[in-house]
T-cell receptor, first 114, second 111 residues
């Protein structure tokens, strides 16, 4: 049981390049999320998927797209990377526990855009 | 003003001390209160969660919620250097898919 896995662990991009961050969970959770974490800003929600087949914008969706490929996988795509997208990206999944959205996070992807 | 306020610290304490970490919030609809621990260069991990008001204890950790004051706390007894991490509070309303996170408090426990 690996929990939430993310690939790659680290990536360097040049401005304008594109890339896809991959996330998979093996806990049979319905909901999945993408966050970015920047110093002093905390965790900010980019997109989430409440269930397979649905996606919704979070607090900071501009410059990103997502795909809920199946129940296990949720990918985040940067079409044209910008230096402002330099950050640590976390994927999370959740299953309501008595109503609470208790989330399980992956190890993160560190992205540097030059 | 953010919905959830959390002092970023750092909070530095000696080993064995009792640590108190706190968050305040403004949304009365929040009913579920979570605490996450995040070690450097790792993802957050869920420590514990509580529903509505009251206390919940898990080993050296105690979570406390005061809904009347919109104030939650995490107490760590007999703190250890291995407790050094950033602690994030999070809250959600019933039926919401999206928790609201605090910005985290950095805790340093020195030997």
């Amino acid at each position: 049981n690996a929990g939430v896995t993310q690939t790659p662990k680290f990536q360097v991009l040049k401005t304008g390049q594109s890339m896809t961050l991959q996330c998979a969970q093996d806990m049979n959770h319905n909901s999945m999320y993408w966050y970015r974490q920047d110093p002093g800003m905390g965790l900010r929600l980019i997109y989430y998927s409440a269930s397979e087949g649905t996606t919704d914008k979070g607090e900071v969706p501009n410059g990103y797209n997502v795909s809920r490929l199946n129940k296990r996988e949720f990918s985040l795509r940067l079409e044209s990377a910008a230096p402002s997208q330099t950050s640590v990206y976390f994927c999370a999944s959740s299953e309501p526990a008595g109503g609470a959205e208790t989330q399980y996070f992956g190890p993160g992807t560190r992205l540097l855009v030059l | 003003q953010k919905e959830v306020e959390q002092d970023p610290g750092p909070l530095s304490v000696p080993e064995g001390a009792i640590v108190s970490l706190n968050c305040t919030y403004s949304n009365s609809a929040f009913q579920y209160f979570m605490w996450y621990r995040q070690y450097s260069r790792k993802g957050p991990e869920l420590l514990m969660y509580t529903y509505s008001s009251g206390n919940k204890e898990d080993g050296r950790f105690t979570a406390q919620v005061d809904k009347s004051s919109k104030y939650i706390s995490l107490f760590i007894r007999d703190s250890q250097p291995s407790d050094s991490a950033t602690y994030l509070c999070a809250m959600s309303a019933r039926g919401s898919y999206i928790p609201t996170f605090g910005r985290g408090t950095s805790l340093i426990v020195h030997p």
